[in-house]
């Protein structure tokens, strides 16, 4: 519901926040799209944005209607890393690793990479290409145009990478 509505139902004076954050705030990961109407005072931001960014990222939107973009990127966001991080261990216990440790190592890449994009202030798509050049083996997990590992949703990307060193032993 629009902030406009709260604000008619709650009476005048009254200040109301959107706010969207997703579930890895329950880890102190979160990331949260938060609009603030035009009535909403300097101190009344302030304290919103603190205790927002006390379990995350924090983005402020300039149009309300931006936060369902927010719903799907962020809020749905998770779903579809958590989708990503089962194909790529999935691949790993096919190839012979036991769950635990491809589930792990899994986790561990993908936290590794999205910190690389947050520091390093590189493009994703640059960042990939770095991994997928000509040679490496993350190449040979699926080439860009076909979307292996990512967008198959199988993990037969991450077998296909693991047979590699067996084929070259």
Do not use: C, W
């Not at 329950?26 to 300097?42: C, E, L, N, R």
């Not at 890393?81 to 096919?94: I, K, N, T």
């Not at 491809?102 to 910190?115: D, F, I, K, V, Y």
């Amino acid at each position: 519901m629009k902030t406009e509505r709260y604000e008619k139902a709650l009476g005048e004076g009254v200040r109301v926040v959107r706010t969207m954050p997703n579930t890895p705030a329950q880890v102190g990961m979160g990331s949260t799209g938060i609009y603030f109407p035009p009535v909403v005072d300097a101190a009344t931001r302030q304290e919103v944005l603190a205790l927002f960014s006390s379990f995350g990222t924090v983005a402020e939107v300039p149009r309300e209607e931006l936060l369902d973009v927010v719903t799907a990127l962020s809020g749905s966001g998770p779903a579809y890393a958590f989708l990503f991080l089962e194909a790529l261990a999935d691949g790993a216990v096919r190839a012979g690793m036991g769950r635990a440790e491809a589930s792990l190592l899994a986790a561990s890449t993908l936290r590794g990479a999205a910190r690389m994009v947050r520091e390093t202030g590189k493009h994703p798509a640059e960042l990939k290409d770095m991994v997928m050049s000509r040679g490496n083996d993350g190449r040979r997990g699926g080439r860009p145009g076909a979307r292996g590992v990512p967008r198959d949703g199988d993990g037969r990307g991450a077998v296909r990478v693991a047979e590699v060193p067996r084929a070259f032993g």
